[in-house]
């Protein structure tokens, strides 16, 4: 069959070395040897293997047995690819670095390449389409980018967000809407059309601000929960009485687990859905 599968645990021959493992289906498919060694050869020079082709599966490492099993999919130049969360069972570390190589490693081979995965991020790397699945249904499809930027459904904003997308009831009167006891701001565009009633908002936390600028202007007040520092972002959870938020920001901010603190949100960055989850706004 003209396809490859590489699992989320890695699965190679025991038996076999580095290069018998990555030239299998190969040899299966009857190919000459001299364009049996080339296939390998280049696979494993992709996936910085040719140091470690004599070797047998249980002289590598995690990753080093996952990138035979890739290596074996490559050589193979099947039509089809399906990669079934082929990262998840890696460290951070390999898991980061054969992320970075994953767009590079079927570019321009021809092949429809079907990934599943759970983590957003690998979704928004490798670009192309993607179909988010619910129950064993597709709820949205398109390309990653554009279910991104105007997710269908409150599930999709949920699955596109890392920190998880804020979400709140909100409620519609007239051009006005109102967020638990005391936040009340004016809607515009798309969310002043709505018919008047009850809204599940939902905002990224790179647009709640711990400072009012860049169009985040609606004042949110609540009291710290967690604080972290990742590189050179801050983020806050905190508790507004209504749930719990987080806010993401660029540089240092001082924030102290406990302390009553503002936020800012930036409402034209806002999505609105349904009570039943489908996009409203």
């Not at 000459?32 to 293997?49: F, G, T």
């Not at 960055?269 to 989850?277: R, S, V």
Request: one cysteine or more.
């Amino acid at each position: 069959r003209n396809i490859s599968l590489v699992h989320q645990f890695f699965i190679n021959y025991p038996h076999m070395t580095v290069f018998e493992n990555i030239a299998s289906p190969l040899k299966v498919a009857g190919m000459a040897k001299s364009e049996i060694e080339a296939r390998v050869e280049e696979a494993a020079a992709i996936l910085q293997l040719k140091p470690m082709l004599h070797r047998r599966p249980h002289e590598l490492s995690g990753g080093q047995q996952q990138r035979c099993a890739l290596a074996r999919a490559i050589a193979k130049e099947s039509r089809a690819v399906f990669l079934d969360e082929p990262l998840a069972n890696l460290d951070y570390k390999l898991r980061e670095e054969l992320r970075d190589q994953l767009p590079e490693l079927f570019a321009g081979r021809g092949a429809v390449v079907v990934y599943a995965t759970s983590e957003p991020e690998e979704a928004l790397l490798l670009g192309g389409k993607t179909a988010l699945m619910r129950d064993g249904r597709v709820t949205q499809f398109g390309p990653t980018a554009e279910i991104y930027r105007n997710p269908g459904n409150v599930d999709a904003a949920r699955v596109f967000s890392d920190p998880p997308i804020n979400t709140a009831e909100i409620t519609k009167q007239g051009s006005m809407a109102r967020l638990g006891a005391g936040v009340t701001w004016e809607l515009a565009g798309a969310a002043a059309g709505l018919a008047d009633g009850t809204y599940t908002i939902a905002i990224r936390p790179h647009h709640v601000l711990p400072v009012a600028k860049n169009g985040a202007h609606v004042q949110l007040s609540g009291q710290v929960q967690v604080t972290e520092l990742s590189g050179s972002e801050s983020s806050a959870h905190f508790d507004m009485g209504s749930g719990s938020w987080v806010s993401l920001a660029h540089g240092v901010h001082p924030y102290q687990v406990g302390e009553l603190h503002d936020f800012y949100m930036d409402p034209a960055q806002a999505y609105f859905f349904a009570p039943d989850g489908s996009r409203a706004a």
